[in-house]
């Protein structure tokens, strides 16, 4: 009898933000779970009891039969430890979930690897919905970016092929998209703190601005003082940041990038 594709046997290396929620996805999915290796005990253990897998602190002993290993450990860790990750289990299929790294990052070390990279910011503590979430794979053989575009495919309607490079150009957006906007909430959130502002009061704006760019293209969604050059009210707003040299200059470089890129 031919066996479903949730069938496949998986092992997560890494139990971080991306791992959690992609582990939990598969198995509430169907997906076999066998075993969850992480560097402290605590996150290894949380993450196997929620999929029902086995857990281990040792790389030496994480098992060596699973057909599908998934790797979602920080960069550095990932090739620092790669000859050891893979040690014995070569003839397996192995992907990563870095948006950064290479494919080629598992040549000469296993006969079969690729990549499964879901662009989305992920936190342990929220539960996301994989079918809204884009999934990029690639793969060394033919055969393989079926199989990984089959098993997406179980968790999201945006399934993609990329190249490692365009996966690179992807992770750099998605930086400049997600992690640079958060850090400017983080910086408002700050200032609006110092005058006894809760955060809470800019979510209507924070949400106006996301679904404008679901119906038209940033640039014509840009509004504020920068694109029509204001000098009065940009010059006061630097002078409101004088104490603040580092978002003083922010304030400088972004409303100087708005300008040229609508003028």
């Known amino acids: 009898m031919r066996r479903s594709i949730e069938d496949t046997s998986i092992v997560f290396i890494g139990a971080g933000n991306l791992a ?27 993450l196997a009891q929620v999929v029902e ?12 039969d699973a057909q599908l290993y998934i790797v979602s450990l920080k960069d550095a860790a990932f090739v620092q430890l ?23 990052v598992w040549a000469d070390k296993v006969n079969r690897y690729g990549v499964l990279y879901p662009m989305q910011t992920f936190s342990k503590q929220r539960v996301v919905d994989f079918q809204h979430i884009p999934i990029f ?3 060394n053989s033919e055969a393989d970016t079926r199989f990984l575009k089959a098993v997406a495919s179980v968790l999201s309607k945006q399934v993609y092929e990329a190249t490692s490079e365009q996966r690179k150009n992807l992770h750099l957006a998605a930086v400049f998209t997600c992690n640079f906007t958060n850090h400017m909430y983080a910086l408002a959130a700050g200032l609006l703190k110092k005058h006894q502002l809760p955060f809470e009061i800019m979510l209507p704006l924070i949400d106006e601005t996301a679904r404008k760019v679901h119906e038209i293209e940033p640039h014509l969604a840009q509004t504020g003082p920068a694109i029509r050059y204001d ?20 304030y400088r470089l972004i409303s100087e990038s708005i300008h040229r890129q609508n003028s």
């Open 20 to 46: 959690t929620n992609l582990a939990k996805a598969l198995y509430d999915n169907g997906f076999r779970i066998i075993q969850v290796y992480s560097r402290t005990e605590e996150s290894a253990r949380a």
């Open 231 to 250: 000098e009065n009210v940009i010059n006061n707003h630097l002078q409101m940041l004088s104490d603040e040299p580092e978002m003083q200059e922010l």
């Open 82 to 104: 790669l000859p050891e990750i893979v040690a014995g289990k070569e003839n397996a299929l192995w992907v990563h979930t870095a948006g950064s790294i290479p494919m080629d």
């Open 53 to 64: 897998a086995t857990y281990t602190t040792d790389l030496s002993s994480v098992v060596t």
């Open 137 to 139: 794979v690639e793969s």
